[in-house]
């Protein structure tokens, strides 16, 4: 090798560990509970999902322009697996990503505010590029946990994206959220700029099984 040659490696490979080193930092903070990719994901088992849009959220446009996605559906279809998947691919393209389930997210939110730091704690959840809440529907909010979910809301509108994940439609959100008028403009919100995907076929879980 010549001089040029030498710095040309050496350079490269120290770009690559640096690249690397940040992928698995950004890995690590995004604290998802197991790790699945999209190339993992058996699209022939769920033919109500549209590929096409699927491929168009992979490419990540949506994260810089800070919009939203909301996976519907009922339980083992796969919505907390393509929001893992989705996050993998932003963190791999350099954005910083925050695994929460909303059950986490309301335990941390209502100690915060208890402690008196509510206002550092929305100002930490609106940090990460890609916020992805799992899980909305399951246990129903307070109306406390409700507005403080609304609160998170308007932090991030148009500043970062989100993914919310949902076994309950929109029609229930009202329900949900204790407040049809707090879950409408809970809605207005988050479907602003938003992609919903409605995944309707049987649960994998049981699938296998059979
Ligand atoms: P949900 O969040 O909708 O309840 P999950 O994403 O937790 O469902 O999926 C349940 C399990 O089944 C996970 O281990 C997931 O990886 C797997 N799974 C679901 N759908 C598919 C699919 N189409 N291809 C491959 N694995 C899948
Ligand atoms: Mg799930």
């Known amino acids: 090798l010549d001089y040029q040659g030498f710095l040309a490696r050496a350079l490269e490979a120290e770009w690559r560990g640096r690249q690397q080193r940040g992928i698995d930092l950004r890995l690590r903070m995004a604290r998802f509970p197991w790790l699945k990719t999209l190339e993992q994901f058996d699209f022939d088992c769920q033919p109500s999902l549209d590929r096409t849009v699927m491929r168009e959220l992979a490419g990540l446009s949506f994260v810089g322009r800070a919009e939203n996605v909301v996976l519907l559906g009922p339980p083992g279809v796969g919505k907390t697996h393509l929001a893992i998947a989705l996050g993998i691919k932003a963190v791999d393209a350099g954005s910083s990503v925050l695994f929460l389930t909303l059950e986490t997210l309301m335990s941390r939110l209502i100690r915060a505010r208890q402690e008196n730091r509510l206002?550092?704690?929305?100002?930490?959840?609106?940090?990460?590029?890609?916020?992805?809440?799992?899980e909305l529907g399951y246990l129903p909010?307070?109306?406390?946990?409700?507005?403080?979910?609304?609160?998170?809301?308007?932090?991030?509108?148009?500043?970062?994206?989100?993914?919310?994940?949902?076994?309950?439609?929109?029609?229930?959100?009202?329900?949900?959220?204790?407040?049809?008028?707090?879950?409408?403009?809970?809605?207005?919100?988050?479907?602003?700029?938003?992609?919903?995907?409605?995944?309707?076929?049987?649960?994998?879980?049981?699938?296998?099984?059979?």
Do not use: C
């Open 119 to 134: 206002e550092r704690m929305l100002q930490q959840l609106t940090y990460p590029r890609l916020l992805i809440l799992d």
């Open 141 to 210: 909010l307070s109306r406390e946990e409700a507005s403080l979910f609304f609160r998170l809301l308007v932090r991030r509108y148009e500043r970062g994206s989100l993914i919310v994940t949902s076994n309950k439609g929109f029609a229930d959100w009202g329900d949900v959220f204790n407040d049809p008028v707090l879950a409408t403009a809970i809605l207005d919100r988050l479907l602003h700029h938003a992609t919903t995907l409605n995944i309707k076929g049987e649960s994998y879980r049981l699938r296998e099984k059979k």
